[in-house]
């Protein structure tokens, strides 16, 4: 039988100019993006993977966390609980997809829009096989006496900054769209990565939120964002 036949209509989602300034003077650096969070469209911003364990991730970018949890916010970086995680819980559950955004050796912390947020030390195992609908993630420090749940959109993610910004720190922003890959096939992403000396269109940007433009340095004026 064939397909139905059907009509997708839309537009170029990536077809944007982020740069109001001239782009050969902005600062940029040459990055590794960690695997296993699709495609991170330009203008993405990012944070640092600060792991202790060199068989994770460490020092590779990924994306930066939003402090709001409003559920409409653009959030890249977080592998949101398909349960919730109970009391003194060492173990976690994500989707299949989303524990590809994980290494063993990673650290990762622990969030939702009630509770404060906690390090969970490092990823000790990734268990892939035991169940067709989850993944489940085993983490070396367990939660506390409160309980993460998926009613308060609790997530787990990379730890990528200090406790005062919900262990997110923005470091600058994606230049180019890239494809980090999802699931078992992810492979993570060459990328550059803007540092400042540029005005860019704040508009243009995503999962940016407040904290990250102080992280940046970044001033807005109208539509731009000024980055010393």
Do not use: W
């Not at 064939?2 to 740069?19: A, E």
């Not at 364990?53 to 609980?81: C, I, M, W």
């Not at 919730?84 to 173990?91: I, L, Q, R």
Request: proline share 3%.
């Amino acid at each position: 039988m064939p397909d139905t036949p059907t009509i997708i209509r839309g537009v170029q989602t990536d077809y944007k100019h982020l740069y109001y300034s001239e782009e050969l003077a902005a600062l940029r650096v040459p990055v590794t993006l960690q695997a296993g969070y699709g495609v991170l469209k330009a203008g993405t911003i990012l944070a640092k993977n600060l792991s202790n364990l060199t068989t994770g991730g460490k020092d590779q970018l990924v994306p930066y966390n939003p402090t709001s949890f409003t559920g409409t916010e653009d959030h890249p970086g977080r592998a949101y609980l398909v349960a919730d995680s109970g009391t003194t819980a060492s173990t976690l559950k994500v989707t299949i997809s989303d524990s590809y955004k994980f290494k063993v050796g990673d650290d990762v912390i622990i969030n939702d829009n009630t509770t404060t947020a906690e390090n969970l030390g490092a990823v000790t195992a990734i268990d892939r096989t035991t169940y067709t609908n989850y993944a489940v993630i085993t983490v070396t420090t367990a939660t506390g006496g409160t309980s993460f749940t998926t009613a308060r959109f609790a997530y787990i993610a990379v730890e990528a900054g200090d406790s005062s910004n919900n262990y997110s720190d923005a470091v600058g922003i994606l230049e180019k769209s890239v494809d980090t890959g999802e699931g078992s096939d992810a492979a993570g992403a060459l990328a550059t990565l803007i540092l400042g000396n540029c005005v860019v269109y704040e508009g243009m940007l995503t999962n940016f939120d407040s904290a990250a433009k102080t992280d940046i340095s970044g001033t807005s004026f109208g539509q731009y964002l000024y980055i010393r």
